[in-house]
């Protein structure tokens, strides 16, 4: 009979302990998620998310994932919650159009799942791959004002300017200049982001996230 009762209290105190810290409703995402290493990150629903911008860009070498942070601390800081005085949104700052072509139609579910904005992003480099599969082929190692062309560079600018802005400054070989609303320009793309490894993306025709 002592027995029972204390299992039946321990149980008791256990349930209590877990049931109470089950009602936070903050959850701080490490440092360590941000920008040390690739990582899937899960963001459970209903809480609040503290999320800290960058303060230097990252450097995670030549690897795709090294691409994909240095591009977003250009675009947001590495902020999964920005919107710009455009109407751009999230981390890699996406225009609603960009978002409608893959597929997610709504801008509020978007700028709130930083699972779903990583997905559009890599969603958005294969499609663009795809796109300007040809131009790669053929514009890959050659000089352009000055500036070497690289894949990483071309995919970069494609998410500045679009892929069809891309390749008529290529083909124009830089005279077909483009700028977006701020004066960011391709080739200032095309240098900053030369030399990064995007074969972990392939090519895909109609991409959809």
Not at 152 to 165: E, I, T
Request: aromatic share 12%.
């Amino acid at each position: 009979m002592g027995r029972c009762i204390i299992f039946f209290s321990s149980l008791i105190m256990l349930l209590t302990f877990v049931g109470f810290n089950g009602l936070s409703t903050t959850t701080t995402v490490p440092r360590t998620l941000k920008v040390t290493e690739p990582t899937k990150v899960l963001f459970p629903k209903n809480k609040t998310v503290i999320v800290h911008t960058m303060d230097t860009p990252p450097f995670l070498g030549s690897t795709f994932h090294g691409f994909k942070e240095a591009l977003a601390f250009k675009e947001s800081s590495g902020n999964y919650f920005a919107t710009n005085s455009l109407g751009y949104l999230g981390k890699y700052q996406f225009g609603v159009g960009t978002l409608e072509l893959m597929g997610v139609f709504n801008s509020s579910v978007f700028l709130n799942d930083p699972g779903l904005q990583e997905k559009t992003f890599e969603t958005n480099i294969a499609r663009n791959k795809w796109i300007m599969r040809r131009d790669i082929k053929k514009f890959v190692g050659k000089k352009i004002k000055g500036v070497e062309i690289t894949e990483s560079g071309m995919l970069a600018a494609a998410h500045l300017a679009g892929p069809g802005n891309v390749m008529k400054y290529l083909r124009s070989y830089g005279k077909a200049n483009f700028k977006d609303a701020y004066g960011t320009t391709i080739i200032s793309y095309l240098k900053y982001f030369s030399g990064y490894d995007i074969s972990l993306v392939s090519p895909k025709r109609n991409a959809k996230v």
